[in-house]
């Protein structure tokens, strides 16, 4: 009850602040309502800069409000589209990008930073060579942690970025990969200002620049209360078209029925993961938008910590959850068994792979055979937040704690940890099991494979399994080294077998993402990956 009405607390002093902030905002006669957006978000960003974290929560708030990358996918057909490059030039063997990069281009003015130049080469090369060097000054601020670049290789490819002049760059690979300017297109390849980075080492503030944001996006951070709300203004000089509203607000809203109230109340003109589709859809004022998503949930076992390091356990478990259920109770049905990571909507996805049964006495069997015929107690860890992939983490631990306990196997479900303590524990490896999944940035298949497999990802803690096989790593290392589609699926269907057999996770749901809205709010919201975007958003 207490919970409750901080709650409520929080949302009447969100409001009051915003219509004050409003009303102070000099000569416009035109209510917050018609100048504002007010995004009931799931939780807090833990960064303001996507380069240096890969939880959904962060990309949501910074990705394609803050910044902008070199290239985006646009379309329908999600093609590679110019963005901060006007154009590029792939070389005949793929061991060489050129971009060329567009004048004019402005940084954000804020409070605490003005910009004296436009974006040019300088940034590209900051924003990329502090990823790539450990001895770059800006390399070990934050930590010095990359989950998405590290995962994908990003260091073992790029050879290095070469500053042709002011607005060309170029860059030189160790070997051709066909994920490159897919990867480059990610929510994760923004580009930083070189200028604000050195404007903050002279007075050694170095950390602000993933706290206090600048970017050339369309819209530029005015105000943050961690766990409150997040504020963000028009950029008055974006580079592309004008932006329609003034403010855009994020409220932290971690409880679905929570954002839902506010949505009814009037509250929050758009909120995340909404609960009671039937009834948001039955108000006429009200709008669902849906989108089938490149994603997966699944259920990971830490590898190096028994009894998961026995691949007949695995096996066993993965034979002892019940999909069908989880799909029926968590999902109400809006998502498909997981076969294997890949979505059938991936050209890559192998339509082979057999579906895995729920067959209690063969798991029996197999736990008897790994040495624990009367089973064992296992730590399961819960994702705190909703997500598109897994909108209810506990019930879906509640349902698999009931299916093991068939097999002989206690459960012991952990849900208390916030977000940013969840990702870090899983990154040094503390769980044993853990209820998590994963949203592509981009349509690439490698996507799904190198982040969350690969022997790179486990190094860097994203890999939550700490598995790493050779075989699979070689597989998908082919895979990127041509652009034949068909070579690269028997590549991946090979990789999507080993994964299969020795079941270092359990894929469970690809689910859809959901967006509800007011009506009168208009404009692209949802992509079948990535984040959030409000640049092209209005409201009547």
């Known amino acids: 009850m ?66 902008n990358r070199l290239i985006s996918y646009k379309g329908e057909q999600n093609s590679i589209a110019p963005s901060l490059a006007k154009s590029w030039h792939v070389t005949r063997d793929r061991k060489m990008i050129t971009f060329y990069l567009r004048k004019n281009v402005a940084f954000h003015q804020t409070k605490f930073f003005t910009p004296t130049r436009f974006f040019n080469a300088d940034d590209v090369l900051f924003s990329f060579n502090r990823i790539l060097s450990v001895d770059h000054p800006y390399h070990h601020v934050s930590g010095g942690k990359y ?32 994920s490159i300017l897919a990867n480059l297109s990610s929510d994760f390849a923004v580009i930083l200002s070189a200028e604000y980075a050195d404007n903050l080492a002279k007075k050694n503030q170095q950390h602000k620049i993933d706290t206090s ?28 078209k004008k932006i329609n509203i003034e403010q855009l607000i994020f409220d932290i ?16 003109d758009v909120i995340a993961f909404p609960i009671a589709h039937q009834k948001i859809k039955s108000k006429p004022a009200l709008m669902l938008e849906e989108v089938t998503s490149f994603n997966v949930a699944y259920l990971g ?69 790994a040495g624990f015929p009367q089973g064992f107690t296992m730590n399961l860890w819960a994702l705190p ?46 769980h044993q099991s853990v209820l998590l999944g ?26 939550r ?22 070579q690269r699926k028997r590549f991946y269907n090979k990789a999507l077998a080993i994964i299969s057999a020795e079941a270092p996770l359990i894929p469970i749901a690809h689910s859809k993402r959901f967006q509800a809205r007011h009506s009168n709010v208009s404009g692209k919201l949802l992509s079948p990956f990535g984040g959030i975007d409000f640049s092209e958003v209005s409201k009547n």
Request: charged share 20%; net charge neutral; aromatic share 12%.
């Open 385 to 430: 937040v909703q997500r598109a992939y897994n909108p209810d983490a506990v019930t879906m631990a509640k349902l698999i704690q009931a299916n093991l306990k068939r097999i002989g196997v206690e459960v012991v479900i952990e849900s208390s940890l916030d977000m940013g303590t969840f990702l870090d524990l899983l990154s040094r490896g503390e």
């Open 147 to 178: 989950p998405f670049f590290q995962s994908v290789n990003f260091s073992s490819v790029v050879d290095s970025i070469e500053k042709i002049n002011d607005h060309t760059v170029r860059f030189k690979f160790k070997y051709a990969d066909s």
């Open 301 to 369: 076992f830490n590898t190096k910590k028994a009894p998961f390091d026995n691949i007949k356990v695995r096996q066993a478990i993965a034979l002892a959850v019940n999909k069908k259920a989880i799909i029926d109770t968590v999902y109400r049905g809006e998502a498909d068994i997981a076969h294997s990571l890949l979505p059938t909507t991936s050209w890559a996805y192998d339509k082979n792979i057999l579906p895995q049964p729920f067959d209690i006495k063969r798991a029996k069997k197999l736990l008897a055979d």
């Open 2 to 67: 207490m919970y409750f009405q901080q709650k409520q607390l929080n949302s009447i002093f969100l409001l009051s602040c915003l219509w004050f902030l409003a009303a102070c905002d000099g000569n416009n006669n035109q209510s917050l309502s018609k100048n504002s957006i007010i995004y009931c978000s799931e939780g807090s960003p833990e960064s303001f800069n996507p380069q240096t974290v890969s939880s959904g929560t962060t990309i949501d708030a910074t990705s394609n409000q803050l910044y």
């Open 253 to 268: 809203t971690q409880s679905n029925t929570g954002r839902l109230t506010k949505l009814l109340a009037g509250e929050c």
């Open 465 to 486: 399994t700490f598995w790493c096989n050779e075989e699979f790593d070689n597989l998908t290392q082919q895979a990127l080294q041509t652009t034949n589609i068909s």
């Open 213 to 240: 944001p600048i970017g050339t996006g369309p819209f530029k951070l005015k105000e943050y209360r961690p766990g409150a709300y997040i504020r963000f203004v028009a950029h008055e000089n974006y580079w592309q």
């Open 438 to 463: 994963w949203s592509a940035d981009h349509p690439d298949p490698d996507n799904f494979f190198t982040p969350l497999l690969s022997c790179a990802a486990a190094l860097s803690g994203n890999n």
